[in-house]
């Protein structure tokens, strides 16, 4: 059975830092894809940031550019996010996703792309 366990979430101030990371069990995903979501309440799921686990290749959304860092470890079936210079409009749960292959057809920005879903992690930045 594939699990994504997130950990690393917590209560900050803006402008401090956190690292997230998700670590994979079940399968390997070192020639897919692993990505970052959040979700605020009353809101939409939105991309953050993913990465390509065979070359590390990485796409951020706009709005992180410059502050969050996605990385991975292969050999541990995990990935990071560094996400520094936090904001209070941040506040979300954070969520690991992947797939174990890349599509043609689907964008890994899209929700759709992704196979698996951790349980998310929730970070909270106080004004």
């Known amino acids: 059975q594939v699990q994504l366990v997130e950990s690393g979430g917590g209560l900050v101030q803006a402008g401090d830092s956190l690292r997230l990371s998700c670590a994979a069990s079940?399968?390997?995903?070192?020639?897919?894809?692993m990505g970052w979501f959040r979700q605020a309440p009353g809101k939409e799921r939105e991309f953050v940031a993913y990465?390509?686990?065979?070359?590390?290749?990485?796409f951020d959304a706009d709005s992180v550019k410059g502050r969050f860092t996605i990385s991975r470890d292969n050999g541990k079936n995990t990935v990071f996010l560094q996400m520094n210079r936090l904001k209070p409009e941040e506040t979300a749960a954070y969520y690991c996703?992947?797939?174990?292959?890349?599509?043609?057809?689907?964008?890994?920005?899209?929700?759709?792309?992704?196979?698996?879903w951790g349980q998310g992690t929730q970070v909270t930045v106080s004004s």
């Open positions: 996703a992947a797939r174990a292959t890349t599509s043609p057809n689907v964008p890994p920005t899209r929700k759709e792309f992704y196979d698996y």
């Open positions: 079940g399968r390997t995903f070192s020639s897919g894809v």
């Open positions: 990465i390509t686990m065979s070359i590390g290749f990485t």
